[in-house]
């Protein structure tokens, strides 16, 4: 925290009354505790540096309840939290909307710079939201519009869609089970705005690779009308994804890669090993078998 806002010192405390000076700086976490940032005189932007606070705080959702229940010995954020803040960090220095690690092959979803996703969020999930993505902007229609779109008000909204009837109930049905793959989070328009921006970049991640020849030292990047993504492969496995939802500077967003990676990288190998998938290799429900017991024949 101290370094990415040049800060002096920086801590976190509970109760009494809020700084009030002006080379102090800080942040609400809940249940009362606070974040607090201390320079060697008033920042130069104060609103700047706010707008920034604001951003490193969110990226550690429950922060204060961990803070406040520490059951590690060091005390120490959870490495997920710790990785959550670090792809947030990233993705504010690149310009991006978020930034993302998955793997190569799996639907694991290893870490995210949006703290509001639901845990049981995948990339399986949001590889569907990107096909049913792709679909609507060929057809003119805007899914992150038609995702935050009420019960009531969707079938009205498809409804007058240049579309055929057939088609816009076939985006009823797959705009509710994007809604129910995404889980619990509740989005704004622009929360699904920056969901459906994601789903292309992982999706566009995953074609890159099948595409390459070399694809653990995979390092693209994309630049198309309202969209970009810039991906590089670490650990043979992983990618590290940043979406962009318009032009961005690639030199600028390389040199933050290059700058946050070896922590990415440490973090994402800290992780515990995801828990084995319920269903089997083709994705079909795992089922129980019943071993009969073994008949000794007389001789």
Do not use: C
């Not at 969707?154 to 129910?180: D, N, Q, T, V, W």
């Not at 390389?254 to 700058?259: D, F, K, R, S, V």
């Amino acid at each position: 925290m101290r370094r990415e806002l040049g800060a002096k010192n920086a801590r976190i405390e509970i109760g009494g009354d809020p700084p009030d000076a002006p080379d102090v700086l800080w942040r609400e976490l809940g249940s009362g505790w606070r974040i607090v940032a201390l320079f060697d005189g008033p920042p130069s932007d104060v609103e700047e540096h706010r707008a920034r606070l604001e951003t490193l705080v969110e990226s550690f959702a429950g922060l204060a309840t961990g803070v406040a229940h520490v059951d590690q010995p060091s005390g120490r954020i959870p490495v997920a939290q710790a990785l959550a803040a670090s792809l947030a960090d990233l993705a504010a220095r690149a310009g991006g909307g978020d930034a993302v690690v998955i793997d190569m092959t799996s639907p694991v979803l290893w870490g995210s710079s949006d703290a509001s996703r639901d845990p049981e969020e995948d990339v399986a999930a949001a590889l569907k939201a990107a096909v049913v993505e792709e679909r609507a902007r060929a057809a003119g229609l805007d899914l992150a519009a038609l995702l935050v779109a009420g019960e009531g008000s969707l079938g009205p909204a498809l409804a007058k869609a240049p579309i055929s009837e057939g088609m816009a109930a076939e985006f009823g049905r797959e705009i509710r089970a994007i809604r129910r793959r995404a889980g619990q989070t509740v989005r704004t328009a622009a929360g699904w705005r920056r969901y459906v921006l994601v789903a292309r970049s992982m999706t566009v991640a995953r074609r890159l690779v099948a595409e390459s020849s070399h694809p653990a030292h995979l390092r693209e990047s994309v630049h198309e009308d309202g969209f970009g993504l810039l991906t590089r492969a670490f650990a043979n496995i992983y990618l590290l994804v940043i979406a962009f939802d318009g032009p961005f500077s690639e030199l600028h967003a390389e040199a933050a890669t290059l700058h946050a990676l070896p922590r990415i990288e440490r973090l994402v190998l800290s992780l515990p090993p995801a828990p084995p998938s319920p269903g089997g290799p083709d994705g079909r429900a795992a089922q129980v078998v019943a071993l009969r017991p073994r008949v000794k024949r007389r001789k």
